[in-house]
């Protein structure tokens, strides 16, 4: 058993993000080159701070699509859980995690609130932090401090999301930078990938050869993947770490735990009916990226544990026997027929301990798992074995 360090029973509210002016801040198209590396200063504010924006060649969008609509061609009828995130996707998304029926956003934050610096304490100081699907980079920054970190990588699908949320980051950073000049300027890179898919970022952190990466991974993501897929991931994120010239980088995963039926359920299932939008609106999505006819209203949001495979999934059930034209093709649901639509999977601590070892990563005393006083989440710290 990995020791458990219980939060405090007072856990202040979940708080408000910063609001953020990035208007100002955004270049127009003309900045864009067609190259694959894009450097421009973002002077405009603070002459000292680079954003940079590497655009890896993982993201194909070609082979994205032929997959989606592959998936809904098939039998049972799948669909990657990335699409859900356009602009109504990630907005959704957004309001899921004010639902007090979805505890993990909350729970992970007053778990990092908590234990902020027992946490940054078993991590390496001056890293490169490596922000895994970073969104607004708001869940990272307030660690940046702590582990005086001297570079800040946001990788993230979605390129023009991750441009104007990095300038923001980039902008607030260098706020922070001016009122206390003694801390340390952070470099921000954003990195356009899907990890989803083999990720080298080998490259990008060899250029900082005395920072020691520390991969940062919140928000049970990880849940998404089957369990060896999720070892899969884990195992390049150790190589990564393994094969920098540093020898202290870490990894710091968010996880979340199995928990009683009723309140994982729910969690994935809420009485106003935000998640069941969020799941539908896959299909609009499906829509517009593969010339399809689906028909929204005619699908019913379902979500399921199963306990056996430590899941849920998420479905949409067609309501009646319909034709649903998918660009060129007419796939036939039958009533009562199910989209798979998400996977999210959860792990005890001991469990995911055990996944993190088979990945290469070291247990025992050099695993720390921090979790909030009702054990409904785990923030995991490894190394590699
Ligand atoms: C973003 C994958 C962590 O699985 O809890 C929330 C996505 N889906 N409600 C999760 C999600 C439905 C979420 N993750």
Redesign the pocket.
Known sequence: MLPVIPGADACPAFPTPIPMKTSALIEDDAMRSDGLVLDFPTRKTHATQALRIDVHAAVDDAADLAAFRTGLLATPATSS?KF?YDPQGSAL?GA?CELDE?Y?TRTEARIFEHHRADIAAALPQGSQWVDLGCGDGLKARGWLAPVQARRYIGVDIAEPWLRSALMALAASLARDHASAPRGTAIDVLGVVADFTRPFDLHDVLAEQAAMPPVFFYP???I??FVRDDARAFLASVRDHIGRHPTADGKLMIGI?LVKDRATLQA??DDAIGV?AA??RNVLRVANRLLDADFDPAAFTHR?VYDEAAGR?E?HLVSQRRQEVRIGAAVRTFERDEPIVT?Y?HKYTVDGFAALLESAGFAGGDRLRCWQDERRWFGVFVAEPA
């Open positions: 859980p859900f998304f899921i979805y993990p928000g049970s993501s849940g998404n979340d969690a994935y998640t969020f799941n979500s849920i998420m998400e999210s």
